[in-house]
T-cell receptor
C-alpha cells in the first residue's frame, strides 16, 4: 500500500519570505514522488518530481523539494514566495518497479501568500 | 494539440441517470488515466490505459463505472445509475510512456459532475 500525508491544510506566508509545504509518504519499496499545483478552475499542473539521484530537486516557477529517505519526507520549498504562488498544492507518490501506474495523492495544502 | 481536453466541463444529472464523459489526451501520449476528486481531497485513482488496453483499475471503480479507450486515442468514462455520492470532479491525465517518470502526467481541467 502507498500513502501520502500533508499535515497542514493551509500555510500562510508573507510575500518575499521563504515557504515550506510539508509531505511525508509511505510505500513498500522505492518511491517516485511528485508535487502538483492546482489553481481555481484549472487542472493540476506538474511542478517537480523525484525519481532517483540528487535529493534536492528543482522544478518549475522556482520551487524545489528535498527527498529525505530516513524521514520519508518530500517537502516543497521556495526561497521567496510570490502572491501568485497562492494555490492548492498536492504531493503524490507511487512505488517504483512494480508496473503499477496509480499515483496516490495527499489531501492537499492551501498556500496563501499575503502581499 | 496543446493539452488534455475533457468534455463536458460541467454536468448536472438526476440521480439514477447515466452519464458519459470524454477525454482527449495529448496526441502522442499512449497512457491515459482517470482520477476522481471530491471537495477538500486529493485526486483518487480510478483506472489506467496503455493504448487501448485497460491495465489497472481501482476498487473505487464499481460495477456502475466503465471506461473505454477503443482506438488508443480518446477515452470515455460512463457512470450508470448515478448516485449523489458520485458528485465529484473527474480528471483525465495522459503521459508518454518513455518519459512519464520524468515529466509526470498532464492533467485536463476536469468534468464536474453534480448529481441531484
Amino acid at each position: 500500500a502507498q500513502s501520502v500525508a500533508q499535515p497542514e491544510d493551509q500555510v500562510n506566508v508573507a510575500e518575499g519570505n521563504p515557504l515550506t509545504v510539508k509531505c511525508t509518504y509511505s510505500v513498500s519499496g522505492n518511491p517516485y514522488l511528485f508535487w502538483y499545483v492546482q489553481y481555481p478552475n484549472r487542472g493540476l499542473q506538474f511542478l517537480l518530481k523525484y525519481i532517483t539521484g540528487d535529493n534536492l530537486v528543482k522544478g518549475s516557477y522556482g520551487f524545489e523539494a528535498e527527498f529525505n529517505k530516513s524521514q520519508t519526507s518530500f517537502h516543497l520549498k521556495k526561497p521567496s514566495a510570490l502572491v501568485s504562488d497562492s494555490a492548492l498544492y498536492f504531493c503524490a507518490v507511487r512505488v517504483q518497479d512494480t508496473g503499477r501506474r496509480a499515483l496516490t495523492f495527499g489531501s492537499g495544502t492551501r498556500l496563501q501568500v499575503q502581499p | 494539440d496543446t493539452g488534455v481536453s475533457q468534455d463536458p466541463r460541467h454536468k448536472i444529472t438526476k440521480r439514477g441517470q447515466n452519464v458519459t464523459f470524454r477525454c482527449d489526451p495529448i496526441s502522442e501520449h499512449n497512457r491515459l488515466y482517470w482520477y476522481r476528486q471530491t471537495l477538500g481531497q486529493g485526486p483518487e485513482f480510478l483506472t489506467y490505459f496503455q493504448n487501448e488496453a485497460q491495465l489497472e483499475k481501482s476498487r473505487l471503480l464499481s460495477d456502475r463505472f466503465s471506461a473505454e479507450r477503443p482506438k488508443g486515442s480518446f477515452s470515455t468514462l460512463e457512470i450508470q445509475r448515478t448516485e449523489q455520492g458520485d458528485s465529484a470532479m473527474y480528471l483525465c491525465a495522459s503521459s508518454e510512456g518513455l518519459t512519464q517518470a520524468n515529466y509526470g502526467y498532464t492533467f485536463g481541467s476536469g468534468t464536474r459532475l453534480t448529481v441531484v
